[in-house]
């Protein structure tokens, strides 16, 4: 049985560390790790429908719970392809009130969902947003430039691509683009890019630590130059959160630290993420986890690049 694809992604179903993310026959069993549908708590944060608050200066938006494609280890997986997640007018108000009586908030990422995937609806958000002064910046999430890079020339999106160059123009606004695998990278991926590029925006990449996927040195580093190479900064790279029904995704915590400790010493600083893993539980925090420079026992002490004692 097959996820939702795109025909996009039907046509990169050979490759098979594209398959192996949306692909659910032929693989094992899910093992029974006692996890959650939802380990970082998002329903308990959500202030209003669609409106996480959980960190203080900033909130995550949820335009809807769909996607062009479904990923086999989304971290959301209880709710994606569910149209119940759709914001109505209603839903958009009580958000722009919320955020009107909380000027401490000056940040908000519009995520789900793909907003790209459903841009008249992103559209209504953003054109209410945007007169909200004490949003001072704006971010984005999509996967349509992997799942779909020519939809980036629809009509809808160009549209709503344009309301983010305009906004754009006045206050930063970051598009997270969402990148686990160098063949992901394609002619056609990298045209999408460059669309979005042409808009004033910061284009940035999320990438989980995916066993059987991208859990080596080589592969990451490929991807992370290549990212750079065209002008999209690395942001972070996640543990794959413990989400029931993505078991088979979570690789060794000990060799991501020995493969991210060897992306640092190698990659540009730029093209280099952060190494986090979310709080589970219900905890606040991406938490940066220590490379291997540190004893973490004796924080005085560490390694540098080439694996010499310094002490601090
Ligand atoms: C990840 C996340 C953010 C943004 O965190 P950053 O560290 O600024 O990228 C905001 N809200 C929620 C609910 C999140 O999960
Ligand atoms: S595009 Fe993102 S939100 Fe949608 S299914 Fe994939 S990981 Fe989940």
Redesign the pocket.
Known sequence: MLQKLTPYIRNQLSQPHIRSQYLLKGQPPQEDRGFTSDP?R?DM?EVRKGL????EN???IKISYRCAAHCRFCTRLRQIGNPAGDLRLADIKNIENYLRQNPQVS?V?LSGGDPLYTPGNTASVLERLKHITSLRVFRMGTRLPIHSPGSLSNLGVTRLLTLVDQIGHDRPFYILVHFEHPDELTRETRDAIKAIRESHVTVMSQTVFLKGINNSYKILFDLFQRLYDIGVIP??LYRCDYVKGVEQFICDLEAERQIMTKLRNTLSGIACPTYVI?SPGGGVG?LPVPLKYWDVTNPTKCQDFKGTDVDI
């Open positions: 970082l998002e944060f996480v608050h959980k960190y900033r909130v995550l940040e990422i942001y972070y979310d991406k």
